[in-house]
């Protein structure tokens, strides 16, 4: 069919474009630290180092060599996965954090596109549904809500809350105890750790899916083909959920790579203010100690998954609706 | 199938479709002026016949419609009468309650089949839908029986698997009108079958509706606001002005000796490619405010026989020849327009 050819040379220019965003963060991350003031080894090399283990680090990571070389080197690095160490908690290798760190960030941000996910288009569907009715107003105006108070702000709110007034969520750490009978065991006080962070990094996404979804749908409830399907004989929700939230979902799908790469910032701000222990926290305290190859393999990796979400919802996109990439 | 020829031969007697005093109005809420964009109409469609209904943009053509297949929009309620299909009630009813009518024994060419189709659905999946849904065709046959419905409109049976933003603009026609026969129904309605259409396939599109149901003997409604469109495919002729039908006739009366002078003039202003511009009649004034509709004949303001009794009197739509009806008070003179 002319139209699946076409989505090939569409999503192989996505790749395309992905790439070199790729090649793009690299070179970034490698000319950071070098560019900035002063001298290199200072920057790499936390002061508190002896000359000895100074000069071990410079060649370790090849900071005496020529520019080109160091790249080469930086490259192999980061295909072998090895980001040096951390100069805080020297000599903690920078990986070894991060294998720590990352699940953990991985949790809070999934728990947060899913929830937001999961009930903000029903939720977007139910107020255009009912539009112009109670249920309509009440659900935009408390979206609105969400939609404009800042995140910090709501985050202080949900401590004072729920870790002072009615104390009934936790408001650090990612898990109450250290050892756990089982993985559900584990999952569950997980779960009941991050509900606070979860709903705090949720909130304005939530309210955001709610909006686009509602709005899509009400550029769509009025076309032919929804008072068709209605003709049809099926009944209100076959029509909303069989024929109106179809062509309505796609658009909303861009947003999601959009929020994954919002909720990389958040998750340093949110991670701080609920003492987690994950990516965000990480690198917070890697940017106050000026741990520098911390500060390089976050940012790298929180950059790889902005990346690497915004891509995969490009292409879910692309395959879902079959208009992209039709015939022209 | 077996089940529809049945309830055919079964029938013959009394109209297919019957409608009394339907009134349709649209409000936003209770404080809203209602549009009334429908007011008292009664006609009758019989099995095989085909009612055409003609009338200036805004005239409540589309609303007829669809009060009669019970899709409505949310402002739009039918406030008095009935329509009786097959002799039941189903004006009056929930709309929950006339599911098993719709679609199955009647369907609906949408006015607009450019946007009949759902853009993110195959065109084969949506005329699919309706046989799913009044479980119409066995389950395994149902693909065939798409291809079979594409074919019947001349299209390539392929075109079930494409998208509709794939197919021209009368491919879509057609593949709208193979939708709607889909459950072979009893009654068609076709709103604006040929609007947005060139003038070949429009001509091709109206042959293929009448071939349609000289294959399945199906009452048709087609509804349009040119008159020379569906003059000959029309057995009769309802004409429509200001929400409600002023005249209706046998085609070819209505053609050789309208009694409304509103169809007169309708008449009159048909395009001839003879003529030159500057001679075709057009018909001066705006069309009624329906919130607020004159209290006597709603054409009084543009109609050159208009006298001091139609501004204050309704004229009732009466007999006047033949299965001729019309409402108006002066329809004796109609022919020295
Ligand atoms: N959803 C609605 N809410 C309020 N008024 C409406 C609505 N739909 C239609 N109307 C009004 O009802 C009247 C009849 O509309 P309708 O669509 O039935 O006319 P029509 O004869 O089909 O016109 P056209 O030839 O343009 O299709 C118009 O005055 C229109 O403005
Ligand atoms: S009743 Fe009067 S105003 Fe109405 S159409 Fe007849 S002559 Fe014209
Ligand atoms: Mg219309």
């Known amino acids: 069919m002319a139209s699946t050819s076409s989505k090939k040379a569409y999503i192989?220019?996505?790749?395309?474009?992905?790439?070199?965003?790729f090649a793009a963060i690299l070179a970034v991350n490698f000319a950071i630290p070098r560019v900035m003031p002063g001298d290199p080894t200072t920057r790499f090399v936390g002061p508190g180092f002896t000359a000895e283990a100074r000069q071990q680090l410079l060649q370790e990571f090849g900071l005496n060599r020529p520019l080109w070389e160091q790249f080469l080197l930086y490259l192999t690095n980061i295909f072998t996965g090895d980001f040096g160490v951390s100069f805080a908690r020297y000599p903690t290798p920078v990986m070894e954090l991060i294998v720590e760190r990352l699940p953990r960030t991985l949790y809070l941000m999934g728990a947060s596109v899913t929830i937001s996910v999961v009930i903000g288009i029903p939720l977007g569907a139910f107020a255009a549904w009912n539009f112009g009715e109670r249920e309509d107003l009440i659900t935009t105006q408390s979206s609105l809500f969400f939609r404009s108070i800042p995140t910090f702000w709501l985050a202080i709110l949900l401590v004072f809350v729920f870790g002072y007034l009615i104390p009934i969520f936790p408001i650090s750490g990612a898990t109450g105890s250290a050892n756990h009978p089982s993985f559900i065991a584990y999952f569950v006080d997980l779960t009941y750790h991050t509900v606070l962070p979860v709903v705090t990094m949720s909130a304005y996404f939530l309210a955001g899916y709610t909006f686009l979804m509602r709005g899509s749908l009400l550029d769509i409830l009025p076309e032919n083909y929804i008072k068709i399907a209605e003709s049809k004989g099926l009944s209100e929700r076959q029509v909303l959920f069989g024929h109106a939230v179809p062509p309505a979902f796609p658009p909303v799908l861009t947003q999601l790579g959009f929020q994954i790469g919002r909720l990389a910032g958040g998750a340093v701000l949110v991670e701080t203010v609920f003492s987690y222990p994950g990516m965000g926290q990480l690198m917070f305290e890697a940017v106050l100690a000026r741990d520098y190859p911390v500060i390089q393999a976050t940012f790298f990796f929180l950059a790889i998954m902005v990346l690497g979400s915004m891509f995969l919802a490009e292409i879910l996109y692309t395959i879902i609706d079959p208009r992209i990439g039709g015939s022209e | 199938m077996s089940k529809q020829i049945q309830e055919r031969s079964a029938d013959t007697a009394g109209a297919l479709l019957s409608v009394q005093n339907l009134s349709t109005y649209y409000s936003e809420d209770e404080t809203d002026v209602p549009v009334r964009a429908v007011d008292g109409v009664n006609f009758e469609i019989a099995r095989g016949e085909t009612y055409g209904l003609v009338g200036e943009s805004g005239c409540g053509k589309s609303t007829l419609g669809l009060s009669l297949i019970r899709a409505l929009p949310p402002q739009g309620d039918i406030v008095d009468g009935e329509i009786r299909f097959e002799g039941r009630e189903i004006g009056q009813l929930p709309k929950s309650e006339v599911k098993d009518v719709q679609w199955a024994d009647i369907s609906m060419i949408y006015q607009g089949a450019q946007n009949a189709f759902n853009p993110v659905k195959t065109v084969g999946d949506q005329i699919r839908e309706p046989l799913r849904v009044h479980n119409i065709v066995p389950e395994g046959e149902r693909e065939r029986r798409v291809r079979e419905l594409l074919e019947k409109v001349n299209l390539q049976p392929d075109v079930a698997e494409q998208y509709p933003h794939e197919l021209s603009g009368g491919m879509k026609q057609r593949a709208a009108i193979a939708m709607a026969i889909a459950c072979e129904p009893d009654l068609l309605i076709a709103d604006e079958p040929t609007t947005a259409l060139d003038v070949i396939v429009q001509a091709e599109v109206l042959n293929m509706l009448q071939q349609l149901q000289d294959d399945l003997n199906f009452g048709m409604l087609v509804i349009s606001h040119n008159l020379a469109a569906i003059m000959k495919l029309s057995d009769r002729i309802g004409v429509m002005y200001g929400g409600k039908?002023?005249?209706?006739?046998?085609?070819?009366?209505l053609y050789d000796a309208p009694e409304h002078p509103y169809t007169a003039l309708l008449l009159q202003s048909l395009i001839d490619p003879r003529r030159p511009p500057d001679q075709v009649e057009t018909i001066e004034g705006t069309p009624p405010d329906l919130r607020d509709p004159p209290s006597?004949?709603?054409?009084?303001?543009?109609?050159?026989?208009?006298?001091?009794?139609?501004?204050?009197?309704?004229?009732?739509?009466?007999?006047?020849?033949?299965?001729?009806?019309?409402?108006c008070f002066h329809h004796e003179e109609v022919s020295e327009l």
Do not use: K, W
């Open chain 2, 245 to 253: 039908i002023v005249e209706s006739a046998p085609a070819e009366t």
């Open chain 1, 12 to 21: 192989a220019t996505r790749v395309r474009n992905y790439l070199a965003a």
């Open chain 2, 296 to 327: 006597g004949c709603r054409f009084a303001g543009r109609c050159p026989l208009a006298t001091e009794q139609c501004r204050d009197m309704e004229p009732p739509l009466e007999v006047v020849g033949e299965a001729h009806e019309a409402a």
